[in-house]
C-alpha cells in the first residue's frame, strides 16, 4: 500500500499541478534534495535564529527566487516559519502558489526520506509533462486561521484540507498520509490488526512529530 502509493505520487508529480507547471515541480523536487546539503540551509539551522544568517537562495532555471526560498525553508528549517515570514512570500508569490509549493515539498519529502530511510537509492526524478497548470482556485475556500485559505467546510482532521486551496496536489498528499499512517477512514478504529498495533504507531507519530517540530 505505501509502496504503491509513493509510485503513483512519482508518476504524478511531473504533470502540470494546480498553479505549477510540471517542470516547476520537478525543480521543487531538486530543491528540496539540495536542502540536505546546502551550505545556507545548513547554517541558518545551526543559528539561533534563521535570520541572522545573511544570503539568501538564488532563482533558478524553473523558479523564482522566493519560490526557491520557500522550498528551502520549509524542507530544511519547517519548525521555526514565521506569520511574518508567510506573508512575506504570499505576497510575493500568491497563496495557491505558496500553498503548492509547501505541498510538493512536503510530498517529495515523504518519499525521499522513506528510501533513504529504507537504505534504497533515491527515486529517479520524472520527466515533466508539457502543459499549462490548472489555474483554477476551488470554491468553498476561506480564513480558517490557517495562514493561507483552506476548505470551509467540515472535514476528518485538518491535515486532510491543508492543502485544500490546491486539490490537485493535495489528493497525492492525502494518498500518502492514508498509506502511510492514516488509513483513512480506518483511523477511527483504535485496535489496528497491523505489524503495528494502534497504540505503537500512534508513539512513532508522536516521536516523529516532535524531532521535526511539527505544528500539529
Excluded: K
Excluded at 17 to 40: K, M, Y
Excluded at 169 to 189: A, I, K
Amino acid at each position: 500500500m505505501v509502496e504503491e502509493a509513493q509510485l503513483a505520487a512519482v508518476e504524478t508529480l511531473g504533470d502540470p499541478g494546480d498553479w505549477l507547471t510540471g517542470e516547476q515541480r520537478i525543480a521543487v523536487w531538486r530543491e528540496v534534495r539540495d536542502s540536505n546539503t546546502n551550505e545556507l540551509d545548513r547554517a541558518r539551522r545551526a543559528a539561533v535564529s534563521p535570520t541572522a544568517v545573511d544570503g539568501t537562495h538564488p532563482a533558478s532555471a524553473a523558479l523564482e527566487a522566493a519560490a526557491v526560498e520557500v522550498v528551502h525553508r520549509v524542507a530544511s528549517d519547517s519548525g521555526r516559519l514565521t506569520r511574518t515570514w508567510a506573508d512575506q512570500h504570499i505576497a510575493e508569490l500568491g497563496e495557491e502558489t505558496y500553498t503548492e509549493l509547501v505541498g510538493v515539498t512536503a510530498i517529495v519529502t515523504v518519499i525521499d526520506r522513506f528510501h533513504r530511510a529504507m537504505g534504497r537509492p533515491e527515486v529517479p526524478l520524472p520527466s515533466p509533462v508539457d502543459g499549462p497548470p490548472q489555474r483554477v482556485r476551488p470554491s468553498g475556500v476561506g480564513d480558517v486561521g490557517a495562514w493561507v485559505s483552506q476548505t470551509t467546510g467540515e472535514t476528518r482532521a485538518n491535515v486532510t484540507r491543508s492543502l485544500s486551496l490546491v486539490p490537485q496536489t493535495n489528493q497525492l498528499w492525502r494518498t500518502l498520509v492514508d498509506s502511510h499512517y492514516s488509513r483513512g477512514p480506518e483511523f477511527m478504529d483504535l485496535s489496528w490488526d497491523r505489524p503495528l498495533s494502534r497504540p505503537q504507531a500512534e508513539l512513532v507519530a508522536a516521536r516523529t512529530t516532535t524531532l521535526n517540530e511539527c505544528f500539529y
